[in-house]
């Protein structure tokens, strides 16, 4: 059979039958590939194994392989003539998780973390899925050749659950080192759509994200004598509520922005004032002016509240804003509006979905803010089967969501869909 004799010269049909094809032929060996990296999974910062076994897979296919980009992550190039250079990412790591979803693949993997604790191992962010689409793209687009022109950049992120991979290995010399992309292309699983389906948000589709540790100290006492103490469980508990109106009176209305407190630590024991609370903050938003007031409106509301508690200077709260953060996404709309141009003859009008913007994160965002400033595209993959999501959606119920021990998604038609978006996205780009 003559594949894609005339790419995207063919009409729709003919592309679609025939990515079809080249995706069934490779749906058994990337059924046992996306089992075998599900069984076998590794944190971030220690995708030894995982790396070594994508990088292994793309040489196979019959890209030129650079390995320890960054850390553990890996960049395949094949080049075919001039004409664009297109970027596609997977990830590869990871979640500290105990895997419950019973499947005879699942995870048993146990390792120790940075801090020495015994931990499980489990994708339950999508990531397998993800490589075994990235694989099953990159021999499509490989075995294809003949219909296009250009340089594909093919790479395996590290490090995505920590937010690090991107810059680390932006910083290792990507696009200095490698083929500098003109677009670069990523998936993402959905647990709550249907595969066979993908979903594309134009604009802003994920989050800033940032993380902030308060420091609420204060003045030791017994429990009968407050008044001879500074309680920094009063002042935090102050602080918690007065930090809800930031974003119901600070942050202009329809200005997505999200403050929650999702730890609180203090004391010992029943009949004793601790000298110190500690509060864990995650924040998100969409602009980099609301991302920095929201930071700005915590400092301040912070030392207010110290100082209506009467702590003395020394005692103020200390704010620290980690480095664990990560810049919002934003799909650029004219290359989204091509993508889904590409996918509709492949998936069809019900494949392909208009999706709405989350407060979760991704670090793909990076590669569009350097001084390159490359345009992105990262659509959503559905994962469950039709009924399960119709039923659950009847009876008010949600599935279980990414990072939930009990997130699974059903391997086949889920990989078998990405394999062709992927595929029929990145032909569209590098068409003859």
């Not at 040489?59 to 390995?67: H, I, L, P, S, Y």
């Not at 596609?88 to 048993?108: C, H, I, M, N, W």
């Not at 602080?239 to 974003?247: D, E, F």
Request: some cysteine.
């Amino acid at each position: 059979m003559k594949i894609l004799a005339a790419a995207l010269a063919l009409p729709a049909l003919a592309l679609a039958a025939d990515l079809e094809a080249l995706t069934r032929a490779e749906m058994p060996s990337l059924l046992a590939l996306y089992q075998e990296l599900h069984a076998n999974p590794e944190l971030s910062l220690h995708e030894v194994e995982t790396a070594a076994r994508i990088a292994s897979e793309l040489r196979a296919a019959g890209f030129d392989v650079t390995e320890k980009v960054g850390g553990q992550g890996l960049v395949g190039v094949l080049k075919n003539g001039n004409g664009p250079v297109i970027m596609v990412r997977t990830d590869l790591d990871a979640l500290p998780v105990k895997e419950q979803t019973g499947l005879p693949y699942a995870s048993t993997r146990t390792v120790k973390d940075e801090q020495g604790r015994e931990v499980h191992v489990m994708h339950a962010c999508g990531h397998d899925v993800h490589m075994a689409c990235f694989i099953g793209a990159a021999r499509v687009l490989a075995r294809t050749r003949d219909t296009w022109r250009g340089t594909l950049v093919f790479i395996g992120q590290h490090a995505e659950e920590r937010v690090l991979g991107a810059r680390l290995m932006l910083r290792a010399g990507l696009f200095s080192k490698f083929p500098k992309p003109g677009h670069a292309l990523a998936l993402h699983c959905s647990a709550d759509m249907a595969h066979g389906t993908v979903g594309i948000v134009e604009g802003y589709a994920l989050a800033n994200v940032d993380t902030l540790e308060i420091v609420v100290k204060g003045v030791g006492g017994h429990g009968s004598m407050p008044h001879l103490a500074r309680d920094p469980v009063l002042l935090a508990s102050q602080i918690v509520v007065a930090l809800q109106s930031i974003v119901s009176r600070e942050v202009r209305p329809g200005d997505p922005a999200v403050v929650t407190v999702g730890s609180i630590h203090g004391g010992t024991k029943s009949n004793i004032i601790p000298d110190e609370v500690r509060l864990q903050l995650t924040l998100r938003s969409y602009r980099a002016e609301t991302r920095a007031h929201l930071i700005e409106s915590i400092r301040r509301i912070v030392k207010a509240q110290a100082e209506s508690a009467r702590m003395p200077a020394e005692k103020m709260p200390e704010v620290h804003v980690s480095d664990d953060q990560a810049p919002a996404l934003y799909n650029q709309p004219e290359l989204c509006a091509r993508v889904r141009r590409a996918l509709l003859p492949v998936l069809g009008e019900a494949g392909v979905l208009a999706r709405e913007p989350v407060m979760g994160a991704e670090d793909f965002a990076e590669y569009g803010l350097t001084k390159e400033k490359v345009p992105l595209c990262m659509f959503w993959l559905g994962t469950q089967a039709p009924e399960t999501v119709a039923k659950a959606s009847a009876e008010g119920r949600t599935l279980p969501s990414l990072h939930s021990p009990f997130f699974h998604p059903v391997p086949e038609p889920t990989i078998s869909t990405g394999v062709k978006a992927m595929s029929a996205a990145v032909l569209d780009l590098m068409g003859k």
